[in-house]
């Protein structure tokens, strides 16, 4: 179900084939991958066919801050550090990522310029699903296509609470200091 039209954005990253294979390596780290916890193994079979799957060297740029996506990663094996440019113009470490973890869903719902860059800080092999596979996901696969929209909902409502639990913070903080 993969398209033979795809993007050459992913061009420089070694091409695995086969989705099938990485259902199992999915259900090895299932309990990393808050997006498919609550998936069936069928389901995870059928959703790995409308994802396509890379495998990056050391110190390749995935993701670049600034440029449009439509597209998430789930990270299978491997690392990627999360960096975003401060005001200075130097690249800042956010976070790490590794097995189970998602990159990107943001883009890949509203098209919306990457926050943030993501670089391999190993070997990386990594699972995509762009706009086009998750349209496909929901026109082709109802269930499952409601199902992995539900889930990408409640993980960016989760973050959103999470950000906004900061906030209030950095502003009780600053109330703080100004008294």
Do not use: W
């Not at 299932?30 to 060297?57: K, N, P, Q, S």
């Not at 998430?72 to 999360?82: A, F």
Request: with cysteine.
């Amino acid at each position: 179900m993969t398209d033979s039209s795809i993007p050459d954005r992913f061009a420089a990253f070694e091409s695995l084939g086969d989705p099938l294979g990485f259902a199992d390596r999915i259900l090895e780290i299932i309990e990393h991958i808050h997006l498919l916890e609550d998936f069936e193994r069928e389901e995870i079979d059928t959703l790995t066919r409308y994802m396509r799957y890379y495998r990056a060297d050391n110190g390749a740029e995935i993701i670049r801050e600034g440029e449009p996506g439509d597209f998430m990663l789930l990270v299978i094996d491997g690392s990627i550090e999360i960096l975003k440019i401060d005001p200075r113009g130097l690249p800042q470490r956010l976070a790490t990522a590794g097995p189970g973890k998602t990159l990107g869903e943001m883009s890949l719902i509203d098209g919306e310029p990457r926050f943030a860059s993501c670089v391999t800080l190993e070997s990386t092999l990594f699972a995509v699903l762009d706009r086009d596979g998750l349209i496909r996901v929901v026109s082709e696969e109802p269930k499952i296509g409601v199902k992995i929209l539900m889930e990408l909902l409640m993980l960016l409502n989760q973050r959103l609470r999470s950000v906004s639990g900061e906030l209030m913070k950095c502003l009780d903080n600053k109330r703080l200091r100004l008294r």
